[in-house]
């Protein structure tokens, strides 16, 4: 009898360790334990019992015996005895099982960095188109006043110097230049007259020039008969040179180039007659050309003695003329934004043509020629006839608008230079 209690104190120490608790109930049973036996106090065997039986319901998933009341078993309070046994079991403070219920944080995240906003690209200024200095420039609303409205009349600036041509105003000196188209041994000698001053003068005496023009930038460009070319003058040192594209047309020198006008953009319009040309080499038909900025050469047509050319306000037509012909005649050509010139031609005017220059709002002006009338025929963009302007001495030979705000015409004649105001401003050549 005592080895089978024995053997049940060792079933109980078995309890802590899972099913011992079978043991100490078939060594009870066996040794007829209860709860008078004198092995093992009552109150002990109490507890064992109810241990054991929470043990039992906690271990094959049934449902504990309740004792009532007196039962305290943390297990039952708990309702989770298989997950503390799991753990591994629970101390007094509770300090497993609290460690067993943790759970471990989520690693932090660093943020992602701030990307910094891209710099706002300002938009790039658009480029102002403003007109090069000396580029023909008209106002944006030349008035529609009529052109001969206030009977202009003629004021003599010079005479006794001869035959004079080709009149150009350079704005930014405030200054024209005018050539002395024959005066014995100083053909193309090219004068100077200074409004503000009244000065009259020479320029340059050397280079035998008939039309003259002002390009972009101020620079001025003649018509050399002496040396059968275009050239360039720098009006600060006098400095010149020859134009490239602008001495030959297909390997032969032109033959004695006349008038000519150059568009804001820099082509370069020219007539080639053949009047000064003295047995000199020179091209077979007389014609007119276009010179582009790039120094290519286009003969444009030919025409008898080809001579006063201009071009409308905006660029867009090209007017020349002649004093030959049966009878003589003025073309006009459409020139194309590029600059080129379509071949194809209109007649504007039936009559002869000398020099010619435009007003700001399209109107031709013609001379007559040194041998013809002492006027200056007046035609509109259409080609009507507006009037004519008379009073001078000697026929006329060509004009160009200047003065403080461009509307004081300038026309040379055989005779001399004159000028006169007028109600709408116009180009420089």
């Known amino acids: 009898m005592l080895f089978m209690c024995l053997l049940g104190v060792f079933g109980l120490s078995l309890s802590l360790m899972g099913r011992g608790h079978l043991l100490i109930l078939l060594g009870c049973v066996l040794a007829g334990c209860d709860r008078q036996g004198a092995s093992l106090p009552a109150a002990k065997m109490g507890r064992m019992g109810s241990e054991t039986r929470s043990s039992m319901g906690s271990s094959e998933g049934q449902r504990p015996v309740s004792n009532g009341p007196e039962d305290r078993s943390p297990f ?30 989520e690693p932090e995240v660093e943020p992602e960095p ?14 102002q188109v403003v007109p090069p200095a000396g580029a023909n420039r008209c ?15 003629p004021r003599t600036v010079q005479t006794g110097v001869g035959f004079l041509e080709g009149p ?48 972009p930038g101020g620079v001025v460009y003649g018509a ?3 040396r059968q070319a275009v050239v360039r003058i720098e009006p ?18 032109f033959s004695s180039p006349n008038d000519l006008v150059i568009r804001a953009d820099g082509h370069i319009y ?17 014609a007119y050309y276009h010179v582009t900025p790039d120094g290519e050469t286009v003969r444009i047509a030919t025409m008898p003695q080809a ?15 002649s004093l030959v012909g049966q009878p003589p005649r003025i073309r006009r050509h459409e020139v194309r934004p590029d600059g080129s010139v379509i071949s194809d031609f209109v007649i504007f005017h039936d009559g002869p043509s000398d020099g010619m220059g435009v007003d700001c709002a399209g109107n031709l002006y013609v001379t007559s020629g040194g041998s013809g009338a002492p006027e200056v025929t007046v035609l509109s963009p259409e080609g009507g006839l507006l009037g004519t302007i008379a009073g001078f001495s000697g026929g006329t030979t060509n004009v160009a608008f200047g003065g403080r705000d461009g509307s004081t015409l300038f026309v040379t004649t055989s005779e001399g230079l004159f000028a006169l105001d007028m109600p709408i401003a116009g180009l420089p050549n």
Request: charged content about 25%.
């Open 168 to 215: 150009v105003w350079l704005a930014e000196r405030g200054l024209l230049l005018y050539t002395n188209y024959a005066q014995g041994g100083t053909d193309g000698r090219v004068r100077v007259y200074v409004p503000s001053s009244g000065n009259l003068g020479t320029f340059i005496d050397d280079l035998d020039l008939n039309g003259l023009a002002v390009a």
């Open 270 to 286: 020219f007539t080639d007659p053949d009047y000064h040309r003295r047995g000199r080499q020179g091209q077979a038909e007389h």
């Open 307 to 321: 001579n006063g050319i201009a071009l409308s306000p905006d660029g867009a037509w090209l007017y020349v003329g």
């Open 236 to 253: 600060e040192t006098l400095a010149r040179g020859d134009i490239r594209g602008a001495t030959q047309y297909e390997g032969t020198p």
């Open 139 to 153: 106002p944006d609303d030349p008035g529609g006043a009529h052109p001969l409205a206030e009977d202009p009349q």
């Open 76 to 105: 039952r309070q708990d309702g989770g005895s298989k997950r503390a046994s799991l753990d591994g079991g629970v101390d007094a403070g509770g300090e497993m099982l609290d460690r067993a219920r943790e759970v471990e944080p």
């Open 224 to 226: 050399s008969q002496g």
């Open 114 to 127: 701030e990307v910094e906003p891209e710099p706002e690209v300002e938009p790039e200024p658009v480029a």
